[in-house]
């Protein structure tokens, strides 16, 4: 695994602006950087990645059948109890899955570790999906890059698919495609992804989520009032079981994607109950409840998350007590507006560096297949929203 | 290889694509999609018409005709002013809050039922669907069309040719009673601190 400068295409950003994509720049910084590349080798990426990622996916199902029959530990995933009703059906059924995105730590040579498993919400797929496989076309096509290089990048083959079988088991249903106003990073996933649903033979129709109305039998209506019967939302469900409708969630003849039982997953809670179902797995770290910290190594140092943390928001470091550490200037807590639901424990494991860049690797489902890559990189150590995407190959 | 073998870049093009939606009823004006089959249907404008032109009985005629209108009601095109809806279909009534026009008549497809008698087949309709006359200018003027825009034809024929498409059931169209109950929590949260300032905004992780 090899962190290689190379130069940008000249006119990317051109080809950015032919095919919508609006968001490689951010508030004047680059979310999008080709400056650079990292190349694996396939056993890399087989071994290294592509396997331990779908085996974590099963252990991570066995974590939702154990939590969802289970009221204790639905509670200390912090779900509310008037949506379990809603959540174990949803589990019951066997509403299928879309897609996820697990984290890893991963420098070629060890083993990849868990970091987390972005279930519901996942968004960075059109850059990896579409946008860095067309960098490869490119470079290969300007011989900048040599044609045996590959990508681990069958995203949007996957999803397509996907689609298609999500569109046999829903042949009369018009699928809804929502998320929130004011983001042109959502609108431009949840737009990638209606484009894959209509390249399957899906009717699809766009609402944000605020414009989300209600009729009187509690059925939920678009912007135009029509019904909406299937539903990709780009929002987590432990907002929506927070919001004013989450109280009739459930009501509906609706088919949703993330399906309920989503909310077990991208939790972090389920960090804790993995490494308890699956002790000393080689790619999972030690991760413990607020009430296990009897059970914490006295020389372990620990990272605090929030139950509901998203995009690495109110994340600490503590010792092995829970205690803060302070004056360590290399280990920068980040702020955020999550916590107040509690907090789990995770033994500290920092990214690897290559030149003076911190390095996650997000690994793409799509339902129970591994599907792909996408590379973060952060000059801190926790990898926030404004981490810059960078493409990779395979050679 | 790991990696997609084919992507269409003429389908990922954005230039011509525009994320605001067109008015409903113009949004699915799409004619006959390619791929799908066709299917034989007869437009007729009364029960009686219904009778003579199909081989349906008349209590088959009778009971496409209820079930077209009860589908007029879930799925009729609707206006929030009386003027847009007149420019499109010329003749229209008050439906609760809203503007829908006036059912022209309604477009029948058969099929006969070899589940019964083998010596008495019986024709019953497979299909029945209101239908608009669309008053519009453009190239849809006096054409009949389905409550979601699929244009038929012109009337007068004996019986029209159309796509599968066009005979899937129509997306319920409802009277919404409130809005804005999602998205609240997302917003509380975007509104802490400031450090948010600097970020997308963004609820994906």
Not at chain 1, 18 to 36: C, N, R, V
Not at chain 1, 140 to 153: E, G, I, Y
Request: glycine content about 6%; proline content about 4%.
């Amino acid at each position: 695994m090899l962190r290689i400068p190379c130069e940008e295409r000249p006119n990317w950003e051109a080809t950015a602006d032919e095919f919508g994509f609006k968001f490689h720049t951010l508030y004047g910084e680059k979310y999008w950087d080709e400056s650079a590349y990292y190349q694996f080798t396939l056993e890399q990426i087989e071994q290294g990645i592509e396997a331990p990622t779908e085996e974590i996916h099963q252990m991570c199902l066995a974590v939702v059948d154990a939590v969802i029959q289970d009221d204790d530990l639905l509670e200390r995933f912090a779900i509310p109890a008037s949506q379990w009703a809603f959540i174990r059906k949803s589990w019951q059924n066997g509403d299928p899955s879309l897609y996820s995105r697990l984290d890893f730590a991963y420098d070629g040579k060890g083993v990849a570790k868990l970091y987390e498993n972005n279930a519901d919400t996942p968004t960075s797929i059109y850059e990896t999906g579409f946008w860095q496989w067309v960098w490869l076309e490119n470079k290969v096509d300007s011989k900048a890059l040599n044609r045996t290089a590959d990508q681990f990048n069958s995203v949007q083959e996957k999803l397509v698919n996907r689609f298609k079988e999500l569109h046999a088991l829903n042949p009369e249903r018009t699928l809804h495609f929502a998320c929130c106003k004011d983001t042109e990073e959502d609108r431009g996933t949840v737009q990638y992804l209606e484009d894959c649903a209509i390249a399957a033979g899906i009717e699809t129709k766009f609402v944000y989520i605020e414009d989300i109305g209600i009729d009187q039998d509690n059925q939920f209506t678009d912007i135009d009032n029509l019904v909406i019967q299937w539903m990709f939302k780009l929002y987590p469900w432990e907002f929506m079981f927070e919001d004013e409708y989450g109280e009739i969630l459930g009501k509906q003849n609706i088919r949703w994607i993330e399906p309920p039982w989503k909310a077990i997953l991208s939790n972090k809670a389920l960090l804790p109950m993995l490494w308890k179902l699956f002790p000393n797995h080689p790619n999972l770290l030690p991760a413990f409840f607020e009430d296990e910290l009897h059970l914490v190594p006295a020389d372990m140092t620990l990272v605090k998350k929030p139950i509901f943390s998203r995009e690495g928001a109110n994340i600490s470091f503590t010792n092995h007590l829970g205690e803060p550490i302070d004056g360590d200037e290399s280990l920068l807590d980040s702020d955020g507006p999550y916590g107040s639901e509690g907090y789990i424990y995770q033994q500290m494991h920092v990214l690897p560096v290559f030149q003076n860049n911190h390095t996650l690797i997000g690994s793409w489902l799509i339902d129970d297949q591994a599907a792909g890559i996408s590379i973060r990189e952060d000059s801190q150590a926790i990898t926030q929203d404004m981490s810059r995407y960078l493409p990779h190959i395979i050679l | 290889m790991k990696r997609t073998s084919f992507l269409d870049l003429s389908l990922m093009r954005k230039h011509s694509r525009a994320f605001a939606l067109a008015p409903l009823s113009l949004a699915v004006i799409s004619g006959c999609s390619s791929g799908s089959q066709d299917e034989q249907v007869k437009f007729v404008t009364s029960v009686s018409e219904c009778t003579t032109t199909t081989s349906l009985t008349e209590s088959e005629c009778q009971a496409a005709y209820e079930q077209a209108v009860l589908d007029a009601e879930a799925t009729a095109p609707r206006y929030q002013y009386e003027r847009d809806c007149l420019t499109e279909f010329g003749n229209c009534e008050r439906q609760g809050s809203f503007f829908v026009p006036f059912m022209t008549g309604y477009i029948v497809s058969e099929i006969i039922d070899e589940v019964g008698d083998a010596f008495e087949r019986k024709h019953r309709y497979k299909h029945s669907y209101p239908a608009y006359l669309y008053s519009g200018s453009g190239s849809y003027r006096n054409k009949i069309m389905t409550s979601d825009g699929h244009v038929i034809g012109s009337p007068g024929q004996r019986s029209y040719r159309v796509s599968r498409d066009a005979l899937k059931p129509k997306p319920k169209v409802t009277r919404t009673i409130s809005r804005g109950g999602f998205g609240a929590t997302a917003s509380a949260k975007s509104n802490w601190g400031s450090s948010k300032s600097s970020s997308k905004g963004g609820w994906g992780g």
